[in-house]
T-cell receptor
Framework: GQSLEQPSEVTAVEGAIVQINCTYQ??????LSWYQQHDGGAPTFLSY????GLEETGRFSSFLSRSDSYGYLLLQELQMKDSASYFC??????????FGKGTTLSVSS | KAGVTQTPRYLIKTRGQQVTLSCSPI?????VSWYQQTPGQGLQFLFE???????NKGNFPGRFSGRQFSNSRSEMNVSTLELGDSALYLC?????????????????FGAGSRLTVL
């Protein structure tokens, strides 16, 4: 089957760095994407890794290693507004994504 | 540029009824996909439409169906509703990101239609 595993919860303080890991068991993923979802809101796109390596977008970075079936999202200089759920998603084809169950990040002051 | 519009935002149905949800993608986007979100199962892919054709389908029973019109607007229908169909139904329209590869798509989600089945 196809599945993505990520921690259910992560806590951190403002200004800290947090890494959310995602491991997957599947074949045929074209890449890995990350989405953020605030309570009551819709998921919003954060990043995409189509190739192995690191992609950086401002305070957020994402990494993919196909050989290890592993990726992570790195959030730096955490802010209270970063408190949200974060989903990794494997891309099967087109816009058919398989999502992990999500990681709830709680940032405290 | 207007975002993805989903209607209705909230609805309550009873078991056995059917429901139709509507989605208008971002202007110019031809790909629309649908997802079901529940606390227990998370986000699950339902189906994807491109230029009025279903391109991919998730692992849902035949009670779940959809279609796309020539103006790219999409509808999904759930017949013979069950209690377990209570969920947030999200529609997304797609554009390419600057990344490499066939998976370099960005999904922009609508606010969703929250269905409660009693």
């Amino acid at each position: 089957g196809q599945s993505l595993e990520q921690p259910s919860e992560v806590t951190a303080v403002e200004g800290a760095i947090v890494q959310i890991n995602c491991t997957y068991q599947t074949s045929g993923f074209y890449g890995l994407s990350w989405y953020q979802q605030h309570d009551g809101g819709a998921p919003t796109f954060l990043s995409y890794n189509g190739l192995d390596g690191l992609e950086e977008t401002g305070r957020f970075s994402s990494f993919l290693s196909r050989s290890d079936s592993y990726g992570y999202l790195l959030l730096q200089e955490l802010q209270m507004k970063d408190s949200a759920s974060y989903f990794c998603a494997g891309i099967l084809a087109g816009t058919a994504l398989i999502f992990g169950k999500g990681t709830t990040l709680s940032v405290s002051s | 540029k207007a975002g993805v519009t989903q209607t209705p935002r909230y609805l309550i149905k009873t078991r056995g009824q059917q429901v139709t949800l509507s989605c208008s993608p971002i202007s110019g986007h031809r790909s629309v996909s649908w997802y079901q979100q529940t606390p227990g199962q998370g986000l699950q892919f339902l189906f994807e439409y491109f230029s009025e054709t279903q391109r991919n389908k998730g692992n849902f029973p035949g009670r779940f169906s959809g279609r796309q019109f020539s103006n790219s607007r999409s509808e999904m229908n759930v017949s013979t509703l069950e209690l377990g169909d209570s969920a947030l139904y999200l529609c997304a329209s797609t554009h390419r990101t600057s990344g490499t590869g066939p998976g370099a798509n960005v999904l922009t989600f609508g606010a969703g239609s929250r269905l409660t089945v009693l």
